[in-house]
């Protein structure tokens, strides 16, 4: 197996088992509600390989490769389908904590200063 063929069957593992199905599960029914997981997934792989020339002037076999991978979800929100709506609830939380980390600065300053 050349190393085009290698990377293409590696590509197609990767993306065949990346997906956020594979990771949350099925869309969930309750009450009137499908909740459908919404997630970030990433993927990324490399190789290289390589011989010296030196080496086999000497009589060596002077080659090496190697190949590595990985794997990212991030879960995002919801999409939340009933029969009046469909929305996206995200499930980010920048804003509370951007109001802890002022509320967590201001009691700083005032138990700071007593």
Known sequence: MGMKEF???LSDK???????K???GEPLETQGKTIIPVAKVAYGF??????????????????GGGV????AVKPVGVI???????????LSGKKKLAGMLILGFL????????
């Open 7 to 9: 990377f293409d069957l």
């Open 14 to 20: 990767f993306h065949s088992s990346s997906g956020v």
């Open 22 to 24: 594979t990771v949350y």
């Open 46 to 63: 490399g190789g290289g390989y390589g011989e010296s020339k030196d080496d086999k002037k000497e009589g060596h076999n002077g080659e």
């Open 68 to 71: 590595g991978g990985g794997l």
């Open 80 to 90: 939340e389908v009933t029969k009046e709506e469909t929305r996206f609830i995200p």
């Open 107 to 114: 009691l700083g300053l005032f138990f700071g200063r007593r």
